[in-house]
């Protein structure tokens, strides 16, 4: 059998032919076999917006004028990311927009561009890019929600809470019921922003008991807390996070919970309830092993100690200088939610020794 290393040789006189490059270390894996998932997207409107959305993903390779196919394009586009080469990467989101307005595929590459310019805080040149897939608007199904959904990302994270709550608003009207829970969390949260807790309470409950989606479910409740406390009703929000803490027993979540309750309890000043949740989470099982946080990774203690319209802020604000811009909301929710919170509790139970005024 021919060793696969070795080149196959060139007509004769001739060298043998040279082998293309090989992408980055770490696409190689992601690529031998890729099949579209939408949590592949990565994009400013959201995990789910391609199939969540309804969107057809497959189609024949087009090419811009002169140029490469779509795909490939997109593919140039990733390897850019992956090599931090920002530029090559717009550049060639830019070409892929040009040359399929008007499939997925253009949609993808202009939601993704987007999240680029979001991310280096560019908002004018973000919501331009989402004008690029115009004829994906008009023609495919949803596409106008995906967009709407972009456009309540940008405006949250430009801190325009009012802008936000619009797009979300009118996203809330997809056929698809993730896509739609995803958009009323955002309105949420843009309500939270603009100082309207009521508003924000009436659409978590709804959102709480109504997904399907654990993430989703774990992100409306957890939100349902904050909208309570921002509302000034204490006893709500402890009551919401218990009730969160049942539905996220045994999952990764639990261990967040438990902090947050404490952080809760603390704020009302009930040292001992927030002594006794603070038990519970020392008792709990370590974190999975995996690759560790790195700094910044996610709201620090202090963060989560925010008032609810500054911590929105932090959160949009963390999401735009996400070190991987091809990150989905859904995904940087997960990763927020999913905290190593019992390295918190130590400083947690100093904040309660304090308050009783047993440290200075």
Not at 11 to 28: L, N, T
Not at 131 to 149: E, H, I, K, Q, W
Not at 240 to 260: G, I, K
Not at 281 to 288: V, W
């Amino acid at each position: 059998m021919r060793d696969a290393r070795k080149p196959v040789p060139g007509p004769a006189g001739q060298p043998p032919p040279v082998p293309p490059p090989s992408p980055p270390p770490g696409i190689v894996a992601a690529e031998r076999g890729r099949r579209f998932h939408p949590r592949h997207l990565g994009v400013v409107g959201g995990s789910i917006l391609l199939a969540a959305l309804g969107l057809p993903t497959g189609h024949a390779p087009a090419a811009a004028a002169n140029g490469p196919p779509t795909g490939v394009l997109l593919r140039q586009a990733r390897y850019a990311l992956a090599e931090g080469d920002a530029d090559r990467a717009r550049g060639a989101l830019r070409s892929a927009c040009a040359a399929e307005p008007g499939t997925a595929r253009g949609l993808e590459a202009a939601l993704l561009l987007a999240s680029l310019e979001f991310g280096r805080g560019d908002r004018a040149a973000a919501e331009n890019a989402l004008t690029l897939p115009a004829v994906a608007a008009r023609t495919l199904p949803s596409a106008g929600d995906a967009l709407l959904v972009a456009r309540g990302w940008i405006a949250l994270g430009s801190d325009d809470p009012a802008a936000a709550r619009l797009a979300f608003e009118a996203a809330r009207s997809s056929r698809e019921p993730a896509a739609r829970d995803l958009a009323a969390i955002g309105e949420a949260w843009a309500s939270l922003a603009g100082g309207e807790p009521a508003s924000a309470v009436v659409t978590l409950g709804a959102v709480a008991r109504s997904t399907a989606d654990p993430v989703l479910r774990t992100a409306a409740r957890w939100s349902l807390a904050r909208a309570h406390a921002a509302a000034g009703d204490a006893r709500r929000a402890r009551h919401a996070l218990r009730a969160l803490r049942r539905f996220a027993r045994a999952t990764s979540f639990a261990d967040d919970v438990e902090l947050d309750l404490a952080l809760s309890e603390l704020s009302s000043g009930d040292t001992r309830s927030a002594r006794r949740t603070l038990l519970r989470l020392a008792r709990l099982p370590g974190r999975a092993s995996g690759p560790p946080r790195a700094p910044g990774d996610g709201p620090t203690l202090d963060e989560l100690r925010l008032a609810p319209r500054a911590f929105v802020a932090r959160l949009a604000a963390l999401y735009a200088g996400r070190p991987a811009p091809a990150e989905s909301p859904f995904d940087f929710l997960r990763r927020a939610l999913d905290r190593d919170a019992r390295s918190d509790a130590d400083a947690v139970l100093r904040l309660v020794q304090r308050a009783e005024g047993g440290l200075p």
